[in-house]
């Protein structure tokens, strides 16, 4: 059964949530990019906007940003979504996914970088205060690149999607515990199941990484409920 994301309809449900995400700037990707942007409402240029990084689930694409902010928050933040790095091969028009061979790997990270610098140069952003985020192997792959460079990021977000299985990534170990961790998770799924996240939580807690973990009364999906705990996670490290 191929993993299902339920997420609040495409277009809003209430005038003043459609008022709010018309007045929102959402930018799709051009033929030659390979990102999409999120501008929150009232952006203001004088402010220095916290970033999301948002890295898709597989059998999507960059364009789900305009799906997330809604229930993420849409004047928070400036948002920013990479393509990922394999087409599904399915038929299906412009699916894709993330792999940790390691051509792919290099070209995530070239991504990541790219669309963070356009991001910058179009937007005032908190270079302090960049956080990566993702669902299932999304949430892997923000997991993967806040670990190589966790001087570079203020936090990392996985809905879903379990802990790399690379013991490399926690070389830099007394820079990676300084690292916020988030995880979300359905208590049905089948994807990322209560086993394997006890196994993550070990790890963790082995390490002495900073991890906050939430579970969810759904299956292997990305809920409404899940979004606004990360919107409070990002606030609370903000302020502390």
């Known amino acids: 059964m191929m993993n299902r994301i339920q997420l609040a309809p495409a277009e809003p449900t ?3 949530q459609a008022l709010d995400v018309e007045r929102a700037r959402f930018r ?11 501008a929150p409402v009232h952006y203001e240029a004088h402010y220095a906007y916290p970033l999301i990084v948002w890295f898709h ?3 999507a694409n960059e364009n789900q940003l305009k799906r997330i902010m809604p229930l993420l928050s849409v004047q928070n933040y400036v948002a920013v979504a990479p393509r990922g ?3 599904v091969a399915d038929g299906v028009p412009r699916r894709y996914t993330w792999t940790p061979e390691p051509p792919h790997l290099a070209t995530a990270e070239e991504r990541l970088f790219q669309a963070i610098d356009a991001a910058r140069d179009r937007f005032h952003v908190a270079s302090h205060r960049i956080f990566l985020a993702g669902f299932d192997v999304g949430g892997t792959m923000a997991y993967r690149l806040a670990l190589s460079y966790p001087d570079r990021f203020a936090g990392v977000m996985s809905l879903g999607g ?7 990534l926690l070389s830099r170990l007394n820079e990676v515990r300084r690292l916020p961790l988030f995880l979300a998770c359905g208590r049905e799924s089948t994807s990322l199941p209560a086993e394997a996240v006890c196994d993550d ?3 963790f807690h082995s390490a002495g990484l900073n991890i906050t973990l939430r579970q969810y009364p759904c299956a292997h999906e990305i809920s409404p409920d899940m979004l606004a705990d990360m919107n409070r996670w990002i606030m609370e490290q903000i302020g502390s």
């Open 14 to 16: 209430t005038s003043q």
């Open 28 to 38: 799709a990707a051009s033929p030659s990019d390979t990102y999409s942007m999120f």
């Open 57 to 59: 689930g597989p059998g």
């Open 85 to 87: 790095t394999t087409a």
């Open 162 to 168: 379990g802990f790399p299985a690379d013991e490399s």
């Open 201 to 203: 939580l070990r790890l």
